[in-house]
């Protein structure tokens, strides 16, 4: 099962994986039609949408440099993996938890949080991130602090 992927920079070699990865890029955003993979020995296999999808967000996020994490929805995340992902720090997690932001169980002494739980939380702060951000580019060109450059 994979669990992580780290940063492609310290994955990548070359320039020339930079370009392959590229290249894939716009072909999985080109193909509208159901796309396939060829096997080493000419075997074909088709790729099922949801899988196609998932691809092209990986290798875009991939040619931006960004580490990627897969996590299943069922699985159950340590207060570390959960900050990493929500790019927080661990006491500032434990913060969320304690403020019942983030559901959380008990596993011993440990506290462990559902992955789905966290993604809805995630989703949630992103929105929340986005809706302030509007409202205070709204509140700068009211004021004439920003201009529009379209």
Known sequence: MLKHIVPVD???????????IKQLERILNLEKSQAKL???NG????????VHQVLREVVHA???GQAISIVPHERELTT???ADILNVSRPHLIKLL??????YITVGTHRRIRSEDLMKYKEQRDNK???LLDKLIEMTEEA???EDDE
């Open 98 to 103: 304690e403020q019942a932001e983030i559901p």
């Open 43 to 50: 075997e074909e296999f088709y790729i099922p949408e949801s």
């Open 80 to 82: 570390q993996e959960a």
């Open 10 to 20: 310290s994955v990548m070699n070359s320039q020339q994986e930079v370009n392959y």
């Open 62 to 64: 991939m040619s931006l």
């Open 129 to 131: 991130r986005g809706q």
């Open 38 to 40: 060829v096997a080493g």
């Open 144 to 146: 004439g602090l920003y």
